[in-house]
């Protein structure tokens, strides 16, 4: 980092400063149920004339605005940074993009932030420092398939005006192509060391892509009050009703603020405190997009005791059926009582509430955090939001419903693939055994890239995961396909090896002869078996997956993804994200 700008941000104090001592609030004094889930705006990102029958494309212009938001009926409006096409219409999360496939939008997305940022930051990790002062910020659209330069590289930062910008920025506004089919996207800030204040402050949306032809076909749930985004995040607040988070580091001497992990004990959907949502016994389809920083999120429904949060959901016979994970359609439906969601996955399902035996059903989380061995919920952290179901004599008529296939995919095989990578996922810590960074392959961020994968191609990626954590892995730009888990025997044992060794496997320091042969390697769970964008990497596991480099259907890309300033592959764990567990992904 560069010290004089470093001194010189101090010296502007363009940066928030810690808190001193406001202590956060305690959730439990919140009283759950008693917002109404919103509807988000909807921005559509196309022109449609003569009712329907002419489509044609639109540009967008989406600003980023320090403005207030209401989070629960008991908490005063508390300062927010939103999207939105103008300060009065900026929303958190911010407004859903319509898209429709085929047709491309041009969005200039504004950056009207103020000088100073409402949450505390760290600028001893790698963070993108402006000349003049102000909040850089980048917009990623999570799960698109675009031109490197619209892609939201982290170090593409803008601030107001476009007076500072980074070295890999382009251009003042960005081309979403919108040709990859039905898609469950979102939007979010992507900032070099700025990604987990910007999202937790309240940068984020979702980006839907319909084929109005296909879901006709399929005849799923829809319309605005039967297919809604859910946009999942955990906060805590501070007593006078502003978003809290740390302001003092786990190794404070290296890092004055950041935290492995950033947990909230309220949970928020669609920017309320545990909403509540009126439903007919009939089914909804609900786009559920985790937004946390770090918390995994293992729901459940429950029609019985409500309030319970026992992990006891045996009595319930309400089920989750998956239609789509990530970006994409899965083959076919799938039925589950539970369902996992890591950050920034999304969950694409059907819940039919005709089947509900109670009047109120429960969405619980029941996943520890960190997950997997982390604490265990409470009743705060534990309930997600409810749904108040109507009588059946207000029942309407459901026309729609859940077909036997979806969209067929084709199967990758390891024949396919013309090249393999070993990934080893890493965290240092300190003397006193607190994390001091994550990097993948033992490098940082700006080393030269060393995933440079070709155009077209199609390869086979092990990751080992040497850490205690579960990481959801996420890809920049390309889907891939899992193929197994195996255990390794030592992790341990292969991390002291391998970083005895420059990270470079050798005859005796190799991941396959620390597979644990006595435990099978397993197929990934059927609902996340199809294309991927995000996967959670189990500590002490290697995890293989395919992953193609191209169209899902093996087209080419329809434009030069070798230009710069290329993509990334990271750790979708913001807090790891932001320190420094990303590496570029450049094509050749
Ligand atoms: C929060 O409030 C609840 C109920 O008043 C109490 O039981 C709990 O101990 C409090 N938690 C903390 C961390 O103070
Ligand atoms: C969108 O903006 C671009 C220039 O940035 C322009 O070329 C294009 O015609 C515009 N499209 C529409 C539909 O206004
Ligand atoms: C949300 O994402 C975070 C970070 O990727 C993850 O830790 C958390 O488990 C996810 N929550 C859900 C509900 O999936
Ligand atoms: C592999 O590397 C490790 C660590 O540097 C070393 O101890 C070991 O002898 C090496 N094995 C071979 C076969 O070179
Ligand atoms: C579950 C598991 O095997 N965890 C291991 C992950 O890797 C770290 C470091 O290599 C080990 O200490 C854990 O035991
Ligand atoms: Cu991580």
């Not at 080992?464 to 892995?473: A, M, V």
Request: charge should be positive; include cysteine; glycine fraction near 6%.
């Amino acid at each position: 980092m560069d010290l004089i700008l470093l001194l010189l941000a101090l010296l502007l104090g363009i940066f928030g400063s810690n808190r001193a001592s406001s202590q956060s609030l305690n959730a439990t004094g919140l009283e759950k149920f008693v917002d109404e889930l919103p509807q988000i705006p909807v921005l559509c990102a196309f022109q449609e004339e003569q009712s329907g029958a002419m489509i044609k494309p639109a540009n967008l212009t989406i600003g980023m605005f320090p403005t207030r938001w209401k989070f629960h009926r008991d908490l005063p409006a508390t300062p927010v940074f939103a999207y939105g096409r103008s300060h009065k219409e900026a929303t958190i999360p911010g407004p859903t993009i319509e898209a429709r496939n085929g047709i491309p939008v041009e969005i200039t997305w504004e950056n009207h932030l103020p000088k100073k940022h409402i949450l505390p930051l760290d600028l001893t990790i790698a963070t993108a420092i402006p000349r003049h002062g102000g909040i850089p910020t980048v917009v990623h659209l999570h799960g698109g398939m675009n031109d490197p330069a619209s892609d939201g590289h982290s170090l593409a930062w803008f601030t107001p005006g476009f007076k500072d910008r980074g070295p890999a920025w382009r251009a003042k506004s960005s081309f979403y192509r919108n040709a990859q089919g039905a898609a469950n996207l979102w939007y979010h800030d992507h900032a070099m060391g700025l990604t987990r204040a910007n999202i937790l402050a309240g940068l984020s949306g979702a980006y839907v892509i319909r084929d109005p032809a296909l879901e006709r076909r399929m005849n799923l749930p829809s319309g605005k009050d039967f297919d809604r985004v859910l946009i999942i995040a955990d906060r805590d607040f501070n007593k006078d009703g502003s978003i809290y988070m740390n302001s003092k580091g786990n190794n404070p001497k290296i890092h004055p603020q950041w935290q492995p992990e950033y947990f909230g004990s309220v949970i928020l959907v669609n920017g309320k405190a545990w909403p509540f949502l009126r439903v007919a016994k009939r089914k909804y389809r609900f786009r559920i997009i985790n937004s946390s920083n770090a918390r995994f999120y293992e729901l459940r429904l429950s029609d019985h005791s409500a309030g319970s949060s026992s992990n006891d959901d045996s009595g319930s016979l309400l089920t989750f059926t998956q239609i789509g994970s990530d970006a994409f359609y899965l083959p076919r439906p799938i039925r589950a009582r539970r369902l996992t969601i890591a950050p920034s996955e999304i969950q694409d399902v059907i819940i039919d509430f005709t089947q509900a035996r109670r009047d109120e059903v429960l969405l619980r989380n029941t996943a520890a955090f960190p997950f997997p061995g982390g604490d265990a919920v409470d009743s705060n952290n534990g309930v997600v939001m409810k749904f108040l179901v109507a009588p059946r004599s207000s029942q309407q008529l459901d026309p729609s419903t859940i077909p036997r296939f979806l969209v067929p995919i084709q199967r990758l095989a390891i024949e396919q693939s013309s090249s393999a990578r070993q990934i080893n996922l890493y965290e240092f810590v300190s003397s006193s055994d607190e994390p001091t960074h994550l990097w993948i392959n033992a490098l940082p961020f700006d080393a030269p890239a060393t995933e440079t994968p070709r155009c077209g191609s199609t390869e086979l990626w092990s990751v080992i995961n040497l850490t205690e954590d579960n990481h959801p892995l996420h890809l920049h730009l390309a889907a891939f396909q899992v193929i197994d888990e195996a255990r390794l025997s030592s992790a341990e044992d292969l991390r002291r090896c391998l970083l005895a060794n420059g990270n470079r496997m050798n005859a005796s320091c190799n991941a396959a002869r620390f597979i644990d042969r006595s435990s099978p390697r397993r197929r990934p769970p059927r609902n996340e078996a199809g294309w991927k964008n995000v996967y959670k990497m189990k500590p002490g596991y290697l995890t293989r997956f395919l992953v193609r480099f191209a169209g899902i259907d093996g087209r080419p890309y329809p434009f030069d993804a070798s230009a710069e300033p290329g993509y990334a592959y990271h750790c979708h764990i913001l807090d790891h994200e932001d320190n420094e567990m990303m590496r570029p992904l450049k094509l050749r």
